[in-house]
């Protein structure tokens, strides 16, 4: 049985391992997926009130748009987590929304990173959190895989779903394994930073605002606010809503190493600004996005870059393919297709 380890358990691994499940029914595969977070999800985050485990957040992605470019090519992934209810249609009003013509947007009843949950749920896969891995051997055919804690392990395959910066940042023989030319376009893929708040509410609490969520063009600091429980259509009595706080990308990277509480406190005050007298949260979590969305992917999209085949070591996501729903789903199927070949 071939033992295949899977970094990173964001959209583009959980899929990834679905896709190797379903696949290749007739192959005996052992699917490991390690994560360096404390929960699923990578951006697809979904945070929860520490008062009440009901009240969520999504700190990355907010919603799931299907342009016409992709309604054929990707119709089963959307009307499988359609069927599963994983996947409603946005009907709550978004204001500064810009949307392309025949475009479709979708939200998550029960957070964003309920379809990453979705896909590793059918992949059958051994999930692991709170493993970071720091180095790659290549040992007697195999993959000795090192972590932060623990011993080491061996697999037979390796895929990195990571931020490419990250999969730079790996020690050990990876570091010669990938060739200078790789190693150039690896490193011309560049990322935009943010900070995103989760404001979490005891139930009860009326935010009363006519619209779901707004996109902010004239605050130098915050670009997005989501009502999130009424953007996901799920307001409830019993449970406290939450806001979700999204800044500009030149703020985030203008505050990149700032210490987080002063940041948190920056944001607040813009926030007082656009919404004056907005209720006191009971919690709030602040989250830094150092690697938001790709800005430039690696040169023609290829969606994978083996770097390895023997044993294969693949790495994949959003900085190979684009920063959305679809390119995780591109990059999937590509890394699938090359395993596949090589299995």
Known sequence: MARVLIVGAGLTGSLCAAL???ELPQRPLSIALWDKARGAGGRMATSRSPHDPRCTADLGAQYITLRPAYAQKHRSFYEDLLTHGVLKPLTAPVEGMVMEEGSHNFVTPQGISSIVKHYLTESDAD?????HVTQIYLRDGKWEVCKKTGSPEQFDIVVLTIPVPQILQLEG??????KESQKQQLESVSYSSRYALGLFYEAGTWIDVPWAAQYITNNPCIRFISIDNKKRNIESSEVGPSVVVHTSVPFGIAHLEWNKEEVQAIILDHLENIMPGLPK????KCQ??????????????PGQMTLHIKPLLVCGGDGFTHSNFDGCIDSAICIVETLKTNL
């Open 20 to 22: 190797l499940r379903s």
């Open 127 to 131: 999930v692991f959190y709170d493993y």
């Open 173 to 178: 023989d990876i570091v010669n394994i990938i």
């Open 281 to 284: 949260p009971a919690s709030i």
């Open 288 to 301: 830094k996005w150092r690697y938001s969305q790709v800005t430039k992917a690696i040169p023609n999209s």
